[in-house]
């Protein structure tokens, strides 16, 4: 994690390692926390992402 971390240029705290169901047959709800967690900080993100990005579509237009 910590050279993924490295290389891509994304906070250690920003990787979140999970396991892949393709052949599993139960779920397990210790994994199916961290999946969901996993989704859950993913949301965050993106809904941080838009915000920044609107407050500066709306800087830039009270700037013009």
Do not use: H, W
Request: glycine share 2%; hydrophobic share 40%.
């Amino acid at each position: 994690m910590q050279e993924v971390s490295t290389r891509v240029g994304v906070p250690l705290s920003c990787i979140v390692p999970v396991k892949n169901y393709n052949e599993e047959l139960e779920l397990d709800l210790s994994c199916d926390i961290l999946l969901l967690s996993a989704v859950i900080q993913m949301l965050r993100f993106v809904d941080n992402y838009f915000d920044e990005l609107s407050d500066r579509l709306s800087s830039a237009r009270l700037n013009d």
